[in-house]
T-cell receptor, first 115, second 112 residues
Framework: GAGVSQTPSNKVTEKGKYVELRCDPISGHTALYWYRQSLGQGPEFLIYFQGTGAADDSGLPNDRFFAVRPEGSVSTLKIQRTERGDSAVYLC?????????????FGPGTRLTVL | EDQVTQSPEALRLQEGESSSLNCSYTVSGLRGLFWYRQDPGKGPEFLFTLYSAGEEKEKERLKATLTKKESFLHITAPKPEDSATYLCAVRTVYNQGGKLIFGQGTELSVKP
């Protein structure tokens, strides 16, 4: 079956602009996660949704970052007034539920470059 | 503070040369240790989950083991197609449904 998909695969923007990154989870997966990965580092947690609600947004670095999942499926990560330090690969993952035994399956990521 | 450290940062092997990757963790209550493989330009691909000390899991040339302080990913007779970055991550008692805390990864290169 289809895995997690993310669009766009690459996004180049200018400092100060607004961007939206989209994630389509595996069908039927109720849990959805956003991570950010800088070059040479492991993924860093941003936010976790269970259904439509954000169950944990402790990883969002500041109020320029916001994410939604209005119908409990597709999610959008929104970044306002982008800064060069926001450049990274943004990864989305989904799992069949929040339980400990549920593995997270990752999408290919969106590479964001802020000039 | 919960922390995951992987070593070495990079490892170069000849085809057939077995070795191990290390993942050391300091967490406030482990609820799962995960190994992922990541190829360049792709998202992490799930390999294993370990839950308790003494547990082992195998898949082809890979075997993962877990103690109370660290996990090892043993690679037996590696092939060039095993070249990738291997990531270790933990889930803690305070985040049982949510986030994974990742190490920085070990970049493995296997030469023919």
């Amino acid at each position: 079956g289809a895995g997690v998909s993310q669009t766009p695969s690459n996004k180049v923007t200018e400092k100060g602009k607004y961007v939206e990154l989209r994630c389509d989870p595996i069908s039927g997966h109720t849990a959805l996660y956003w991570y950010r990965q800088s070059l040479g580092q492991g993924p860093e947690f941003l936010i976790y949704f269970q259904g439509t609600g954000a169950a944990d947004d402790s990883g969002l670095p500041n109020d320029r970052f916001f994410a939604v999942r209005p119908e409990g499926s597709v999610s959008t990560l929104k970044i306002q007034r982008t800064e060069r330090g926001d450049s990274a690969v943004y990864l989305c993952a989904s799992s069949s539920g929040p339980g400990t035994t549920n593995e997270q399956f990752f999408g290919p990521g969106t590479r964001l470059t802020v000039l | 503070e919960d922390q995951v450290t992987q070593s070495p940062e990079a490892l170069r092997l000849q085809e057939g040369e077995s070795s191990s990757l290390n993942c050391s963790y300091t967490v406030s209550g482990l609820r799962g240790l995960f190994w992922y493989r990541q190829d360049p330009g792709k998202g992490p691909e799930f390999l294993f989950t370990l839950y308790s000390a003494g547990e082992e899991k195998e898949k082809e040339r890979l075997k993962a083991t877990l103690t109370k302080k660290e996990s090892f990913l043993h690679i037996t007779a590696p092939k060039p197609e095993d070249s990738a970055t291997y990531l270790c991550a933990v889930r803690t008692v305070y985040n049982q449904g949510g986030k994974l805390i990742f190490g920085q990864g070990t970049e493995l290169s296997v030469k023919p």
